[in-house]
């Protein structure tokens, strides 16, 4: 296989968080571990430390990191104003903002790649698609991939659905947990805590997140349950009105809730290292999709059964019955049911569990790069 020169451009990119963020770093690491030469454009201004330590290079873009006209132009004229570091290499439109951008002006790059590929994470699919003028260009440059990356079933689907035409270009290739979350060691615990269970969710506050599902399930459920039950939560909050009704759920759910805000790697892999149950009810959104979800992977990777809602790319990360227990979104009696069964159940979550953790290893970020790039 040949070496290449990939220039992978996001909006998102460490230190900002998200599932994105996440991905771009993965497979920047991943993609220079197979011999490729990497270059990754962010917003971001990494301190120059931190930026000689790296195996790829690193450029920032002087962006905001939205998906508005005023950022799309403004990354359209730096494209333009470095053509020559673009041309004749692979290009990776990693994540939404740096695709929106290609979607609208695109054809006054000014140049174009070798080879261009394009992910799309979920909400991309039908939100680029609302508007017939945005989808008539959106169609345009995915007939113009190369490859496009896809993370789950559901988002091939929903692609497909719109596009059909596009199926011989589509790479489905899953993500994996983030190398910094990954168990220190592989020592197997049964038991995690004693005393009560510890259940934690991982993910910004944020109404698609379903932290509210939650809390209305543990408030249902029996006081002998309760007395049995902790909740920690870790994550941003990007919503303020929803993080206060979180906190007023919490109030009346009858156990002790505890709102961690958004930690740094070091203590999330504590957090992970020392709960029994992870849950993460995301729930259909009009303009937002879960396209996959690495921190179920994360959890998993510890030992930790999943409790989440049956839909978008979860049933990729999350085998119902056999790494977590998947409920339905639309029936909150469904995902109180299926939490109860989690905490009356030892053998339960010890077989979810085991089952998950066995499972994770089976992903890894070098698979994925390795499918989409070659090896050098």
């Keep these: 296989m ?3 020169k990939i220039n992978l451009l996001t909006h998102e990119f460490p230190p900002r968080r998200g599932g994105a963020g996440v991905y771009c770093e993965e497979m920047a690491y991943a993609a220079t571990s197979l ?3 990497v270059r990754v454009w962010a917003p971001e201004k990494l301190d120059t430390e931190s930026n000689d330590s790296l195996p790829y290079s690193i450029s920032s873009l002087p962006l905001r990191g939205s998906q508005d006209w005023r950022c799309s132009l403004c990354l359209i004229r730096e494209v333009r104003r470095k053509a020559n570091e673009f041309g004749g290499s692979v290009l990776h439109l990693a994540e939404p903002g740096s695709l929106r951008t290609f979607v609208r002006f695109g054809s006054f790059a000014g140049f174009w790649p070798k080879r261009l590929i394009i ?3 979920g909400s991309e699919i039908p939100l680029f698609s609302r508007s017939p003028l945005e989808k008539l260009f959106f169609r345009k440059l995915l007939r113009k991939a190369d490859q496009i990356h896809l993370l789950s079933h559901f988002n091939k689907k929903a692609l497909l659905a719109r596009f059909p035409e ?3 270009k589509i790479v489905l290739a899953p993500g994996a947990a983030r190398r910094l979350l990954l168990p220190k060691n ?3 615990i049964d038991s995690k805590t004693e005393g009560k269970l510890r259940l934690l969710t991982v993910g910004r506050l944020h109404p698609r997140k379903g932290q509210d599902r939650i809390l209305e399930a543990i408030r249902q459920m029996p006081n002998e349950l309760k007395s049995a039950l902790e909740y920690y939560v870790i994550g941003p909050e990007v919503r303020p009105h929803y993080a206060r009704g979180l906190r007023q759920q919490a109030d ?6 505890h709102f961690l805000g958004d930690l740094q790697d070091h203590d999330v892999r504590i957090a992970y290292e020392s709960s029994d149950l992870f849950a993460l009810t995301s729930v259909p959104h009009s303009r ?3 396209g996959f979800g690495f921190v179920y992977l994360e959890a998993a990777a510890h030992g930790l059964p999943a409790l989440a809602n049956r839909t978008g790319g979860v049933e990729d990360a999350v085998v119902h019955n056999e790494t977590g227990l998947l409920a339905d979104p639309n029936d909150s009696s469904d995902l109180t049911r299926s939490l109860e069964s989690l905490i009356r159940d030892d053998k339960l979550r010890n077989r979810l569990g085991q089952k998950a953790r066995e499972r994770a290893k089976g992903f890894t970020w070098r698979e994925t790069a390795k499918t989409l790039y070659g090896e050098a």
């Design 2 to 4: 040949a070496r290449h």
């Design 35 to 37: 011999g490729h030469e």
């Design 119 to 121: 992910t799309l994470h």
């Design 166 to 168: 596009l199926a011989s």
């Design 186 to 188: 592989n020592t197997e």
């Design 252 to 257: 009346a759910a009858g156990i002790p809730v």
């Design 288 to 290: 937002s999709v879960e």
